[in-house]
């Protein structure tokens, strides 16, 4: 996704390059997204505003960075991340997935990126051992990686039922590079009948949440895009009701389901045990 604006390039196995994690993130502007997990739909709802990034037939679920669509900066002076919670793409810089190589395993090739080893301000960690054999903290963010790659393709599944069920609407706001970013429409959710409902919700629940994390995250978008965060500009306004109205609507919609596991995923992401004891 950003490869380019960060210069991605494959790390090359025995490597021994030292790298720390990064903690200045005055790149952010420069590539205005990062791709999201499935795990992390819940807290990035809180921090971020949630999108879709349409390129072809992919579509991409991705959290805006850039301070243009920011209410609130997500940088201190210092360039240091303000918010609590920090998306599996950033934590595992200066690393990335790059494209499958081509072999019978289809092995998923790990990339570097120069531009921010060379910011980085402590060289703690080492790529490869002496023997050739990955680096303990290299693993851990390979592992995370891996983590991030499997959310990254469920959400995309969920993207597409949203799609397919014309819930998603072009929106004023263009990434470099990038497709076109899609946001809900209010307006078809809120004449969304419980009929329809039963694509999204067969499968799993995936779909719905993505739906609900894109309009409760929806809030973060800066007040200075205005109406144009909604809506393109050669569509009418939605009803000023229309997202209370939705809400209404799925709420009795799903009403009898309070029994379920919503759990987005059997990560340690979302502590379950600690909001059942405040429950009780």
Known sequence: MSADELSFRPLRKGERTPWSKIARFGFLDQIERVPL???????????????????????????????????????????????????????????????????????????????????????????????????????????????????????????????????LMPINVTFQGGGEVLAVDAEKLSGFSAGRCVPLVRGGLLASQLLFAMLFSRRMLSGTLGVSVHRTADQEPAPTKAVATAHDQFSAMFSGLENLDFAMDESDLVPIEPLSEARE
């Open 37 to 167: 997990g499935d795990s992390e739909l819940l807290q990035t709802a809180h921090y971020l505003p949630i999108l879709v990034e349409r390129r072809g037939e992919v579509l991409d679920v991705v959290a805006g960075v850039s301070a243009t669509l920011q209410r609130q900066p997500l940088l201190d002076k210092d360039q240091r991340w303000l918010r609590f919670y920090t998306p599996l793409y950033l934590k595992c810089l200066p690393f990335t997935l790059g494209l499958p190589v081509l072999s019978p395993q289809e092995q998923l090739r790990i990339a570097v990126s120069d531009t921010l080893l060379h910011a980085v301000e402590s060289e703690a960690n080492i790529t490869f051992e002496a023997d050739g054999t990955p680096s303990r903290a290299l693993a851990e963010n390979v592992a995370l990686l891996k983590r991030l790659q499997v959310g990254i393709c469920k959400l995309r599944e969920a993207a597409e039922l949203l799609y397919l069920a014309d819930l």
